[in-house]
């Protein structure tokens, strides 16, 4: 039984979030990919957050942001992730990437938790402009 369940109330959306992150860890985890950093976040207001920065078994560092959707019905969590969403995590990996002295190769992946499953988008979108 979980805490939900006990209290006998729904999951707050923080918690839900939480939840559909650790789904998205662990199935990247299973796929070899290997986690460094967790919500990584630029400083200031303004800034970019990125949900899960892993490593995959080639090297790449995958940049990942993660939706999780009650249903599809509205194009799914993969289509809520737009310009604007793209440019905070871009900056928040510049920022990320600015304290490294090898720059690996990098992509951006969008991982949306369902109820039915995981549908992972490897190189969702670009660092382009």
């Known amino acids: 039984m979980n805490s939900f369940e006990r209290s006998g109330s729904?999951?707050?959306?923080?918690?839900a979030g939480d939840a559909g992150e650790d789904a998205a860890l662990a199935f990247l985890q299973d796929q070899g990919l290997r986690?460094?950093?967790?919500n990584y976040r630029t400083p200031g207001r303004g800034g970019g957050e990125i949900d899960l920065i892993?490593?995959?078994p080639d090297t790449t560092l995958v940049f990942v942001e993660v939706r999780?959707?009650?249903s599809t019905s509205h194009g799914g969590a993969a289509a809520s992730v737009g310009?604007?969403?793209q440019r905070r995590i871009v900056f928040a990996a510049q920022h990320y990437l600015a304290r490294l002295r090898v720059l690996p190769p990098c992509r951006?992946?969008?991982l949306e938790v369902t109820p039915t499953g995981v549908n992972w988008l490897q190189a969702a979108f670009d660092a382009g402009r």
Not at 10 to 15: E, I, L, N, V
Not at 35 to 38: E, N
């Open 35 to 38: 986690l460094l950093v967790r």
């Open 108 to 110: 951006f992946d969008v």
């Open 10 to 15: 729904a999951p707050t959306t923080k918690q």
């Open 83 to 85: 310009w604007t969403k």
């Open 68 to 70: 999780r959707r009650r």
């Open 54 to 56: 892993m490593r995959a």
